[in-house]
């Protein structure tokens, strides 16, 4: 059995402490509800609102109309969305919405995860007050600098200093609005990334490109050396795992050009690389939730092997190719020989135990290229890519071999001998589908619990 209550209860605390806003939009007649949210979601709303209506009872219009509009794009391209949206008052969301896709390609449900980033938007619009500011001033010197030209020579030293900084200023105004483009363009191509590693790497690459005449890196922690000494200019990329909470995978890196020496142009320096290191960490959290989501969906939480889902596409997959590439392919389907008794006499920690070991057995006896999957229960299927019958047969007779030889021994105390029956088929053969296939394997393992367990037979007749 499966023992899920770890993860389950570090999802419900993620759930509840969360600072970021995480519901699920259930869909219903067309119409959209709120099924669940956690706490941060809940303030989101003014006191009082009736959570339990469709949202286009309980929002106003010009919310509700963007909202249903980005719903049913997610619903329709069955992909995540990723958006920017107002809320109630001046709060204003970052927020990242998944379709929860049905084996039958429905959408009944949409995960949210949002982050109220109105702090942000405040910041940029006084960033953009300040630029417009600064343009102003700008002309008034100009302006007055023709009226004065006659009058240059009469300057004081301290006069050209200030002249000389506010130009600085000025063109730093410039710079840091062609530094936000390319951090906006570098945000949109780093979304299209599958994993966080992906990611960082594609950040690793692009970053000494861009934002010159500064230099900029990306410092991997995996890669931070010991003997480094704590930077100014140095800011944590910070990301949200589901299972380990904020981790800080890789550091950003700034070492201003040399002539950059007024006060007020390296903090207005400094607040544009940290408002770009905490965008980054937002994008990248986002990368390694979908990651997990991914890997959550495909991966048997006891033994850590590939599930049924998994095994039932790589069948499809591998079957397809061999029959393209006219490679032999066969499957094993393996049970645990009187699997109850060890629960029944030692109790499901035991069983737990066993199906654990045999989990790591089969990843140490097969290749590197071999499937092994938890099909259910005490039941396990290992796919071989260009294995015939003769070397799969093979395989699994050593595998029968190798665990009958074995004395288990949980927690100090002996639990016996683990054997296993296998049913072995393979194409090609009569069996054209990967349900077929996998039915030969399964009579054969029946044939094999017939003649005594603790063997492997060979499927004889693959019709299907």
Not at 160 to 184: D, I, K, M, P, T
Not at 400 to 418: D, E, P, T
Not at 431 to 444: C, F, I, S, V, W
Request: glycine letters at 4%; charged letters at 25%; aromatic letters at 8%.
């Amino acid at each position: 059995m499966m023992d899920r209550k770890a993860p389950l209860e570090s999802l419900r605390l993620l759930w509840q402490h969360s600072p970021d806003s995480m519901f699920i939009i259930q869909v219903r007649d067309e119409r959209f509800y709120l099924a669940d949210y956690n706490p941060e979601q809940e303030r989101a709303f003014p006191p009082g609102f009736d959570l339990s209506k469709p949202l286009d009872e309980l929002l106003p219009d010009n919310l509700y109309r963007d909202i249903h509009r980005r719903y049913t794009q997610c619903i329709t391209t069955r992909e995540p969305l990723n958006y920017e949206e107002p809320g109630f008052g001046d709060d204003y969301w970052h927020t990242l919405l998944v379709p929860l896709v049905e084996d039958d390609g429905s959408v009944h449900f949409l995960a949210g995860v949002a982050r109220n980033i109105k702090d942000l938007k405040q910041a940029e619009l006084r960033i953009q007050e300040s630029r417009e500011q600064a343009e102003q001033l700008s002309l008034q010197y100009q302006q007055l600098n023709a009226s004065l030209e006659e009058r240059i020579q009469e300057r004081t030293q301290s006069l050209q200093v200030y002249a000389q900084l506010e130009r600085q200023r000025s063109l730093q105004l410039n710079q840091l609005n062609q530094f936000h483009q390319q951090a906006e363009e570098l945000l949109k191509q780093m979304n299209a990334c599958n994993s966080l590693e992906q990611a960082l790497d594609f950040i690793e690459y692009k970053l000494p490109q861009m934002f010159r005449p500064h230099q900029v890196r990306l410092e991997c922690r995996t890669r931070r050396s010991a003997a480094n000494k704590p930077e100014t200019w140095c800011w944590p990329l910070q990301v949200e795992d589901l299972h380990q909470g904020q981790q800080t995978p890789a550091y950003l890196h700034l070492e201003p050009d040399a002539p950059l020496q007024d006060e007020q142009q390296l903090e207005a320096l400094a607040a544009f690389f940290m408002n770009t290191s905490e965008r980054l960490s937002m994008s990248l959290s986002t990368i390694k939730l979908r990651q997990d989501l991914k890997r959550l969906s495909y991966e048997d939480g006891l033994t850590g092997l590939k599930n049924r889902r998994f095994m039932d596409d790589a069948l499809s997959r591998e079957i397809t190719l061999a029959k393209r590439q006219k490679t032999p392919l066969s499957v094993l389907v393996c049970d645990i020989d009187h699997f109850k008794r060890f629960n029944d006499q030692y109790g499901h920690d035991t069983g737990d135990f066993v199906l654990r070991s045999l989990a790591t057995a089969l990843l140490e006896h097969f290749r590197e290229t071999d499937l092994p999957c938890r099909y259910g229960g005490e039941e396990f299927v290992i796919i071989m890519p260009g294995a015939t019958e003769t070397t799969a047969l093979k395989r699994a007779e050593e595998l029968v071999r190798k665990l009958a030889g074995r004395n288990m021994v949980y927690q100090g105390a002996s639990i016996g001998q683990v054997t296993i029956s296998i049913g072995v088929a393979s194409w090609p053969g009569k069996a054209l589908t990967p349900e077929g296939l996998l039915k030969a394997a399964d009579r054969a393992l029946y044939q094999a619990k017939q003649n005594g367990r603790n063997r492997a037979v060979l499927a004889q007749n693959q019709n299907a």
